[in-house]
């Protein structure tokens, strides 16, 4: 007798999940390396490559808030799918990580990003030694958030593997 964690259902919910957080993974390493690495490399006069202007042609917040709100829905999925099986703490540890990046992103980075922006504009004067310190925060805490995806992209493998093999779970 197949559980719902070995069902079609959860398997495919769990796939469409390693996918979401595959995709968030790599895009937000290559947000860090590319875009904020451009942005970040001479401020405050690289503050011209901020994304989010007018003058950038893609906002970020297009691209990972829909991403986002696709990964919850998978996560939440899973977990009433898997909930009475072995993959439900893999996917609570998935969730987890999720729960914290969506609490460090307008708490951490916004009022970061609203910083630079003011910088960038003139409206906010700060020492060169003090903008590099904000620099240089945001990408530490950036570098933490994208350790948070990797940890929910591992252990949604995790339970895609669990679910896929198991067959009587407990």
Not at 66 to 91: D, E, F, N
Not at 102 to 113: D, E, K, Q, Y
Request: aromatic share 14%; with cysteine; proline share 6%.
């Amino acid at each position: 007798m197949k559980t719902p964690a070995s069902s079609g259902w959860c398997v495919a919910v769990l796939w469409l999940l390693v996918l979401s957080w595959a995709v968030a993974l790599g895009a937000k390493i290559f947000d860090l390396l590319v875009v904020a690495m451009a942005w970040g490399a001479s401020p405050p006069a690289s503050f011209q490559y901020l994304p989010y202007g007018k003058a950038y042609p893609i906002d970020p917040g297009n691209f990972f808030q829909p991403l986002s709100a696709l990964i919850l829905l998978t996560l939440v999925a899973a977990l009433a799918l898997g909930w009475r099986t072995s993959v439900r703490r893999l996917v609570v540890i998935s969730l987890a990580s999720f729960l914290v990046i969506w609490a460090f992103t307008p708490t951490v980075f916004w009022p970061m990003i609203t910083e630079l922006w003011e910088i960038h504009r003139g409206r906010l004067s700060k020492t060169d030694l003090e903008i590099a310190a904000l620099v240089h925060r945001w990408f530490v805490w950036d570098s933490g958030r994208i350790v948070l995806i990797g940890i929910g992209f591992v252990y949604s493998v995790k339970a895609l593997v669990v679910g896929k093999a198991s067959r009587i779970i407990p």
